[in-house]
């Protein structure tokens, strides 16, 4: 079994193979090859690759081919890039493989985002008589997307980077993204400073009477000895000093200033679309529906058993944001 050649090429061994055995046979490959041999293999699984990269990551190189036409493309990952991904238990275990038999990736911070934006997108291609070939992956928050991102610009994936307005208050993760993107910071650090200063103002004090009033009235609710967490968490909220930047996650743009704070918002929007990232004008994904409460999957699970139709204008706006992506 493949001890007597030093070179093979290997056609679509995940052939009739359910997922499970596609990924066996990629383990298989990689224990069967000595160091003095080497294997060309073609592929459409992603469960071959990761077998593969379970017991040889160190000799893995990926080759995404393109074809457009009569015209083929080469993009080749280079193993020591990948293996930034491989380490990290959560990308390694998400299906980010499969964005290299995908016509486009949509990058999101969080799965339930992955599952409402995918419906959306597949509502309007169905509407333009199309079929998506969009795949969605999710990083588990917006920190690692610096990480992912140049792995997929480097095998030539076409990405969209889909952001919660809160992105903005964490100045090196913002310019993490905007850089893997091949983005230049000089280029929009005019504006982000522009927009940070109309919204550094705020209330900067907490009236005691107000606190005092609030708190008299929960404990007036119950006769309970001790105060629940649900409690504690309420006094605790009456505590804090919002500001126009925590404020932004929940009602998005609407948050700055008019004057040159909107203008210079207009200007870093446009920038950041010519790189492919995209900020959700409303704060974050359920801002976009109010009518339900909630947050994450639950939220998502009871506005699709809620609205079945995607023509209803409860969805205009999302739908306008997806199809503002130009996918």
Same mark, same amino acid.
């Given at each position: 079994?493949?001890?007597r050649?030093?070179?093979?090429?290997?056609?679509?061994?995940?052939?009739?193979?359910?997922?499970?055995?596609?990924?066996?046979?990629g383990?298989i490959?990689?224990?069967?090859?000595?160091n003095?041999?080497?294997?060309?293999?073609?592929?459409?699984s992603?469960? +071959? &690759?990761?077998? !593969?990269?379970?017991?040889?990551? %160190?000799?893995?190189? $990926?080759?995404?081919?393109?074809?457009?036409? *009569? /015209?083929?493309?080469?993009?080749?990952?280079?193993?020591?890039?990948?293996?930034?991904?491989?380490?990290?238990?959560?990308?390694?275990?998400?299906?980010?493989?499969?964005?290299?038999?995908?016509?486009?990736?949509?990058?999101?911070?969080?799965?339930?985002?992955?599952?409402m934006?995918?419906?959306?997108?597949s509502?309007?291609?169905?509407?333009?008589?199309?079929?998506?070939?969009?795949?969605?992956?999710?990083?588990?928050?917006?920190?690692?997307?610096?990480? +992912? &991102?140049?792995a !997929?610009?480097?095998?030539?994936? %076409?990405?969209?980077? $889909?952001?919660?307005?809160?992105?903005?208050? *964490? /100045?090196?993760?913002?310019?993490g993204?905007?850089?893997?993107?091949?983005?230049?910071?000089?280029?929009l650090?005019?504006?982000?400073?522009?927009?940070?200063?109309?919204?550094?103002?705020?209330?900067?004090?907490?009236?005691?009477?107000?606190v005092?009033?609030f708190?008299?009235?929960?404990?007036?609710?119950?006769?309970?000895?001790?105060?629940?967490?649900?409690?504690i968490?309420?006094?605790?909220?009456?505590?804090?000093?919002?500001?126009?930047?925590?404020?932004?996650k929940?009602?998005g743009?609407?948050?700055?200033?008019?004057?040159?704070?909107?203008?210079?918002?207009n200007?870093?929007? *446009?920038?950041?679309?010519?790189?492919?990232?995209?900020?959700?004008?409303?704060?974050?994904?359920?801002?976009?529906?109010?009518?339900?409460?909630?947050?994450?999957?639950?939220?998502?699970?009871?506005?699709?058993?809620?609205?079945?139709?995607?023509?209803?204008?409860?969805?205009?706006?999302?739908?306008?944001?997806?199809?503002?992506?130009?996918?």
């Open positions: 079994m493949l001890d050649y030093c070179i093979h090429l290997i056609d679509e061994p995940e052939s009739f193979l359910h997922p499970p055995q596609a990924n066996i046979m383990r490959i990689g224990e069967l090859l000595t003095e041999q080497q294997a060309f293999i073609a592929t459409h992603q469960d +071959v &690759i990761k077998g !593969l990269l379970d017991v040889c990551p %160190d000799r893995v190189k $990926i080759v995404r081919i393109m074809r457009v036409e *009569d /015209v083929n493309s080469f993009s080749i990952l280079e193993n020591e890039k990948f293996n930034e991904i491989w380490k990290d238990p959560l990308l390694k275990h998400s299906s980010i493989m499969d964005s290299l038999f995908s016509s486009s990736t949509v990058l999101c911070e969080a799965d339930s985002d992955c599952r934006y995918s419906v959306i997108l509502h309007l291609k169905q509407k333009a008589g199309k079929y998506s070939e969009t795949h969605f992956i999710h990083c588990g928050g917006e920190h690692k997307m610096s990480k +992912v &991102i140049p !997929l610009k480097s095998l030539n994936v %076409d990405v969209r980077i $889909i952001l919660d307005c809160d992105v903005m208050n *964490d /100045v090196n993760v913002f310019k993204i905007i850089g893997s993107c091949d983005g230049d910071w000089n280029n650090e005019r504006d982000y400073k522009v927009i940070s200063s109309g919204l550094s103002g705020g209330r900067d004090h907490i009236h005691r009477e107000d005092r009033r708190v008299n009235n929960l404990l007036d609710k119950s006769d309970a000895p001790s105060l629940s967490k649900e409690e968490g309420k006094i605790t909220s009456q505590l804090k000093i919002p500001t126009k930047w925590s404020q932004m929940f009602v743009f609407s948050v700055i200033p008019s004057g040159n704070s909107s203008t210079s918002l200007n870093l929007i *446009d920038k950041l679309k010519e790189l492919g990232i995209f900020i959700v004008p409303c704060g974050e994904l359920e801002q976009f529906i109010k009518e339900v409460g909630g947050h994450g999957p639950e939220w998502v699970n009871e506005v699709l058993e809620k609205y079945t139709d995607f023509d209803d204008d409860i969805f205009k706006n999302i739908r306008e944001f997806v199809a503002s992506w130009n996918i």
